[in-house]
């Protein structure tokens, strides 16, 4: 299972952007590289995730590394509903596939 | 319509107690799971089912026994319980592949 590396914790302001890194160099060549988040008091939230190329959803895009071994989770303008713990998790997908939650990054979104 | 939703919300026991969790999504995903997030917040895989079959069983104490009756239900039981068993429950479910998982909100266990 390949190790992640997240900040533990990160401040924005309201409406700004917030960019979220992750370091995944160990990430196997069949990895996708997911990302979820988890609201106080709530269950994790599927947000985006990718192989190679960049991505976007209405929530986030992502901006994946061409030798993949890192990526960055960009919320394009912070709201204070975007407060939460993130999670990178680079995952294959197969039959026995799981998620493997680490530590995350912990945002916190000023108004 | 609850996506994944779990019963009940809040749980609180005494050790040495039987109790069972119970989830049902309505997403037609193949795969659930269950995850246990402790005080710590550290979310860690307990199970996964695929179309009733066991799949993942992540080194769990055999005082928990999940129970897949249909693809749209994966319920938790947990014989004698410990105060180590204090923690947040999650179920999960999936198409499976790199499709992503809708998780429940939760079922608070305390034992006392």
């Known amino acids: 299972d390949a190790k992640t590396t997240q900040p533990n914790s990160m401040e924005s302001n309201e409406e700004e952007p917030v960019h979220l890194p992750c370091n995944h160099s160990t990430i196997s060549g069949t990895d996708y590289i997911h990302w979820y988040r988890q609201l106080p008091s709530q269950g994790p939230e599927y947000v985006i995730h990718g192989l190679t190329s960049n991505v976007n959803n209405r929530m986030a895009s992502l901006a994946i590394a061409e030798d993949r071994k890192s990526s960055t989770l960009i919320l394009h303008r912070a709201t204070l509903r975007d407060a939460a713990v993130y999670y990178c998790?680079?995952?294959?997908?197969?039959?026995?596939?799981?998620?493997?939650f680490g530590t995350g990054t912990l945002l916190a979104v000023q108004p | 319509d609850t996506a994944v939703s779990q019963t009940p919300k809040y749980l609180v026991t005494q050790m040495g107690n039987d109790k069972s969790i119970k989830c049902e999504q309505n997403?037609?995903?193949?795969?659930m799971y269950w995850y246990k997030q402790d005080s710590k917040k550290f979310l860690k895989i307990m199970f996964s089912y695929n179309n009733k079959e066991l799949i993942i069983n992540e080194t769990v104490p055999n005082r928990f026994s999940p129970k897949s009756p249909d693809k749209a239900h994966l319920n938790l039981h947990i014989n004698s319980l410990e105060l180590g068993d204090s923690a947040v429950y999650f179920c999960?479910?999936?198409?499976?592949?790199?499709?992503?998982?809708?998780f429940g909100s939760g079922t608070r266990l305390t034992v006392v």
């Open positions: 998790i680079p995952s294959y997908g197969g039959a026995t596939n799981k998620l493997i």
């Open positions: 997403l037609g995903h193949d795969t």
């Open positions: 999960a479910s999936t198409h499976g592949g790199n499709y992503g998982y809708t």
